[in-house]
């Protein structure tokens, strides 16, 4: 235990330990308070360059194929770190580099496998997840719902939505329903979830 520890406070691991201290502070405070602190996946997305309509499809893409919007952004971040972690800390130890720069040098596959990792734990969560929502209310019906989008989206690309329910923001996928290209910012509603419930169909909508 004492090695453990050792290694993990070790120059090369330090980052990555004080990383998982604060995702595990992090847990108990919402074990113990049942505050809600989860983080908002748009924000920096949002305030750089909305326009960029690649860039756009670009992160879109990226946060589907983590489950970003179906599973809470620190769930898939305290598995990113979980897994980083581990690797480090393992790697570093058994080539006896923990102390110098080399152990720096894992960082970079040590993220890329971590993302793997993740990519397959949260699978099984996402249908989990789905049953019900982030309080553990029964899953809300989002049809006739009305939002805003904070990703643009068109007939053939994948979009966001944030959707106001009580004191919750909620985001869900979505393509529009028509030709129609919908731009950051609009307002729109969801008039039909796709077949394989993976996100829904908007219209642009004046109220």
Not at 169 to 176: D, G, H, I
């Amino acid at each position: 235990m004492e090695k453990l520890i050792d290694i993990s406070f070790a120059p090369a691991n330090f980052i990555l330990t004080l990383l998982m201290l604060v995702v595990v502070l992090y847990w108990i405070v919402i074990i113990f308070t049942g505050l809600d602190l989860d983080l908002d996946a748009d924000a920096d997305v949002n305030s750089a360059d909305v326009g960029n309509v690649e860039g756009q499809g670009f992160w879109s893409a990226v946060w589907e194929f983590f489950y970003i919007g179906e599973l809470p952004v620190m769930f898939i971040i305290t598995l990113v770190v979980f897994s980083m972690w581990l690797i480090n800390v393992n790697v570093t130890a058994l080539l006896g580099i923990s102390d110098n720069i080399l152990g720096f040098l894992v960082y970079l596959p040590g993220f890329v496998v971590s993302m793997l990792i993740t990519k397959v734990v949260a699978k099984p969560f996402v249908k989990l997840y789905a049953v019900f929502n982030h309080k553990g209310e029964l899953p809300i019906d989002f049809i006739g719902k009305v939002g805003r989008v904070v990703i643009p989206m068109s007939k053939d690309k994948m979009g966001q939505i944030d959707i106001l329910f009580g004191d919750d923001v909620l985001k869900v996928y979505a393509k529009s329903i028509d030709d129609d290209a919908i731009a950051y910012g609009d307002t729109v509603i969801i008039l039909e979830e796709s077949p394989d419930k993976k996100f829904y169909f908007a219209q642009k909508y004046q109220p």
